[in-house]
């Protein structure tokens, strides 16, 4: 298990856990989603909020957006 903490999220990786490849992401004690690394794209209904957003694409999960980059 892997876990990265930042800006309020927690990130949290299993080893062996099934595809697509993905993140676990708790805000305090609660699961509030999971983000898809492959596709690049939410999972669970998880609402990407500009700051989630932000922490995804610093910690390296996501990818900037070619727009976002300006």
Same mark, same amino acid.
């Given at each position: 298990?892997? !876990?990265? %903490?930042?800006?309020?999220?927690?990130?949290? &990786?299993? !080893?062996? /856990?099934?595809?697509?490849?993905? #993140?676990? #992401?708790? !805000?305090?004690? %609660?699961? #509030?989603?999971?983000w898809d690394i492959e596709n690049? $794209?939410?999972?669970d209904g998880l609402e990407v &909020?500009?700051?989630l957003r932000k922490a995804l694409? !610093?910690?390296?999960? $996501?990818?900037?957006?070619? =727009? /976002? $980059? =300006?």
């Open positions: 298990m892997g !876990k990265r %903490k930042l800006a309020g999220f927690i990130f949290v &990786t299993y !080893k062996g /856990d099934h595809r697509p490849y993905h #993140i676990h #992401i708790r !805000k305090g004690r %609660k699961e #509030i989603g999971r690049q $794209a939410p999972l &909020t500009e700051k694409v !610093k910690l390296g999960y $996501a990818f900037e957006a070619e =727009n /976002d $980059a =300006n």
